[in-house]
Every structure is written in structure tokens, then in C-alpha cells.
């Protein structure tokens, strides 16, 4: 893992609870492929904003990591 990876990982996705994009990079890796069950392991979604400010990052993600834009 280079610096950038490293950086890159600690960048968060979710602001309301402050949720690293290691965190989803991890479950992903898991097995965790859709917006359902990434918000269900990691709690994203459920604060103040209701997952208005993270859902476009998780999809996004997700989108990069070749699993489309499932819900």
C-alpha cells in the first residue's frame, strides 16, 4: 500500500459519522456489494443528513469497483 492509497482511505465518505473510505474499501472486500448492506455494516446513512451527503459517494464507489449502482 503506497501513501496515496493510504491517504486516499482516510478520506471520509460519510460525514454525519465520520466514516473513512477504508471502511467501505474493507467490507467491499467482504463481500458487501450493494448500498443496502454497506449502510447496514457501517451505519452510513442513519445520521443528521438521512445519507443525502454519503449515498452519492457509497454509489460511487461501488461504481468503481465495478458493481454498478445497485441499491
Known amino acids: 500500500?503506497?501513501?496515496?492509497?493510504?491517504i486516499e482511505g482516510l478520506k471520509p465518505v460519510c460525514l454525519c459519522k465520520n466514516i473513512k473510505?477504508?471502511?467501505f474499501l474493507k467490507y467491499i472486500a467482504e463481500?458487501?456489494?450493494?448500498?443496502?448492506e454497506l449502510?447496514?455494516?457501517t451505519g452510513?446513512?442513519?445520521g443528521p443528513?438521512?445519507?443525502?451527503?454519503c449515498t452519492p459517494k457509497i454509489?460511487?464507489?461501488?461504481?468503481?469497483?465495478?458493481?454498478g449502482t445497485r441499491a
Open 59 to 67: 454509489l460511487a464507489l461501488l461504481e468503481e469497483k465495478g458493481f
Open 31 to 36: 463481500g458487501k456489494t450493494t448500498l443496502e
Open 21 to 23: 473510505k477504508r471502511v
Open 1 to 6: 500500500m503506497d501513501q496515496q492509497e493510504i
Open 39 to 41: 449502510r447496514a455494516a
Open 49 to 53: 443528513c438521512g445519507g443525502k451527503r
Open 44 to 46: 452510513a446513512g442513519s
